[in-house]
């Protein structure tokens, strides 16, 4: 294979909903990657290779699960696979949709501050370019919950393209997603 023949390996950053919970995709992460789809692969699905990256935010303050009673070291182990699985069924949407079109693509998942994992990531794997979902925040509620899209456009090291939510897909607060 020559080296222009080589598929265009496009990373796009996907996370869970904050709206729906559990394992769905979040309307900003959805929105990248049907946008990626219709855009940019079209009907080239051997010209590209998508790569899903997950990142996991590890629980700051150790409360999120206040209904359960860690005892034991396997507690831990079992807190952290359910934490896995979560992530896993994540990805497994996109990977299914993209075998469903017959788009090559490869998905994993890291733990983290979403921001610096991705554009390590970047550096690691050495995408092509970038797409990360927007949520459209306002200069309010940027200075309260930040934008990981914002913070990769400056800081990763390739293209980024940022897709911004549409407009009727907002929920009621722009901070859901």
Known sequence: MDVGSEPTRIMVGVNESTIKGYPHASISSK???????????????????????????????????MDSIYASPDDFKRMNRKDMIRGLHLLEYFVNR???????CEAWLKKGDPKEVICHEVNRVQPDFLVVGSRGLGPFQKVFVGTVSEFCAKHADCPVITIKRKADEAPQDPVDD
């Open 31 to 65: 929105g990248a990657f049907e946008w990626t789809l219709k855009k940019i692969v079209r009907s080239n699905f051997s010209g590209f290779k998508l790569l899903f990256l997950h990142v996991q935010v590890p629980d700051q303050d150790g409360f999120d699960d």
């Open 98 to 104: 993209c075998h469903e079109l017959g788009v090559p």
